[in-house]
């Protein structure tokens, strides 16, 4: 299956090593991959902030890159992913009328990572193996805006060797919400220290989530905290092999 890889500016920038295992895990289950370079940020931290109507042209870049094929388009994130699955109401606002229809067919094409493996793919046993126990953190915009709960979970209790830990208030919100981390720095610290406080009654070996930013909020906090807990990214769980 043709796929084009939509890399997400944390993951371009802050780690790396998700965009790569995500391409690699990709192709290891049968997928070639596009990535087209005119690709640019979603506009995601513009939209939040309140400026949306400042990001128009980065999301019309984006639309105009991905209407070359018609391929399905494949992200480590859901936050950006939710952001663009937006993108016709957007144009509507601010009367963008012929950009509507076009962004509706590009983000129809666009899927979480794990809901492309489970769900298109039919996979749920990619063969990974990572031995220890877990903590799963489903980030608000997988599991909240765009319904994505049980394709994670799915993936990660195939992966041998690996057990998955409840904590309390598994669902609440890391805190970091992108900018609201920023402008609610003191909410936002008192959210992820509680979250850290729930990760540690368990005492799990790793901490597994499908958002870069959420992962970066959380791993932030335990290593301020001194805990010794290892942060992954689905992805990278996912290419783990046994020996």
């Known amino acids: 299956m043709n796929v084009n890889f939509y890399v997400t500016c944390i993951a371009d920038v802050v780690k790396a090593g998700v965009a790569k295992n995500t391409v690699l895990l990709l192709e290891k289950l049968g997928c070639n991959i596009t990535f087209l370079e005119k690709q640019g940020c979603c506009g ?17 870049n984006l639309v105009e890159t991905f209407e070359v094929n018609d391929y399905p388009i494949v992200a480590p994130a859901g ?3 939710s952001a663009i699955k937006n993108y016709p109401e957007y144009f509507e606002r601010f009367g963008e009328t012929e950009w509507v229809e076009r962004s509706r067919k590009v983000a129809a094409r666009f899927y979480d990572l794990t809901d492309f493996i489970v769900n298109q793919l039919g996979v749920t046993n990619v063969g990974a193996q990572l031995t220890g126990k877990a903590v799963y953190h489903p980030s608000c915009s997988l599991s909240r805006k765009l319904g ?3 394709e994670p979970i799915a993936l990660l209790q195939q992966v041998k060797g690996l057990e998955l830990l409840p904590i309390q208030n598994q669902q609440t919100c890391c805190g970091f919400g992108g900018t609201f ?4 720095a003191e909410i936002s610290g008192e959210m992820v220290s509680e979250k850290v406080e729930h990760i540690d009654e368990v005492k799990p070996d790793y901490l597994i989530g499908a958002d870069v930013s959420c992962l970066m909020n959380i791993g932030g906090r335990l290593s301020r905290e001194g805990k010794p807990v290892k942060v992954m990214h689905i992805a990278e769980v996912l290419m783990q092999e046994g020996n």
């Not at 981390?181 to 609610?184: D, E, G, T």
Request: with cysteine; net charge positive.
């Open 44 to 60: 995601q931290p513009a939209i939040n902030s309140g400026y949306a109507k400042q990001a128009i042209p980065g999301m019309k």
């Open 79 to 81: 936050s950006c992913i």
């Open 148 to 150: 994505i709960v049980n």
């Open 181 to 184: 981390s920023v402008k609610m």
